[in-house]
C-alpha cells in the first residue's frame, strides 16, 4: 500500500495548504494518484451538480476532466512500464522469492499477466518464484507457466 504523509498548515492569511515533510521525496505514483484522486473529485461534482451550472461553466468543467483524464493516462502509461521493468529486474536477479502469499491456493490464482505485487508487475514465467507463508516454502515456475509448472525449491 503506497502512503502520502503530510500535514494541513496555515499560510500566513490564514488558508489551509498541504506541507509534505522535508524528508519527502517525489515519486511518480504520488502524482498519479492527485491526478486520478482530482479527475474522481471533478467528475463526481459534476455528475452531483451538473444542473447547476451554466452551460459555459458546465464545458470548461468537463474540459478539465477530460485534459486531467489525458495527463492521468499519460502518467498511467508511465507508471505500468516503470513498475513492469522493476519486475523485470527482480526476475533476472537471484532473489529467494519475487511474490509472496498466504495459500498455495492463492498462488494457483496468480494471473497470467499484471501480477502487482510491491509495486512491480510480474507475469507468470519460468524463474518466478513465490513463498506461500502457510507451508513456508518457496515454488518457482520450470518447464511452463501453468499450475503443474510450480516446483519447490529445496534449500540452498
Not at 490564514?14 to 517525489?26: A, K, N, T, V
Not at 459555459?56 to 486531467?68: G, H, S, V, Y
Not at 499519460?74 to 522493476?86: F, G, P, R, T
Request: glycine residues 4%; negative net charge; aromatic residues 12%.
Amino acid at each position: 500500500m503506497l502512503k502520502i504523509e503530510y500535514e494541513i498548515k496555515l499560510n500566513e492569511s490564514g488558508r489551509p495548504y498541504i506541507d509534505l515533510p522535508d524528508e519527502y521525496i517525489d515519486k511518480p505514483e504520488d502524482k498519479f494518484f492527485v491526478l486520478e484522486f482530482s479527475k474522481y473529485f471533478l467528475q463526481s461534482a459534476y455528475v452531483r451538480r451538473s444542473n447547476e451550472f451554466d452551460k459555459e461553466t458546465a464545458d470548461k468543467l468537463n474540459d478539465c476532466i477530460i485534459i486531467l483524464e489525458q495527463i492521468s493516462d499519460e502518467v498511467a502509461i508511465i507508471l505500468y512500464n516503470d513498475m513492469q521493468s522493476m519486475g523485470e529486474i527482480a526476475i533476472t536477479t537471484h532473489r529467494n522469492y519475487h511474490i509472496q502469499v498466504d495459500t498455495v491456493s492463492e498462488r494457483n490464482e496468480l494471473k497470467y499477466r499484471d501480477i502487482i505485487y510491491n509495486n512491480k508487475i510480474f507475469n507468470r514465467q519460468e524463474g518466478l518464484k513465490v513463498l506461500v507463508l502457510s507451508d513456508m516454502k518457496i515454488y518457482e515456475l520450470r518447464e511452463g507457466i501453468d499450475n503443474e509448472n510450480w516446483f519447490e525449491i529445496v534449500g540452498k
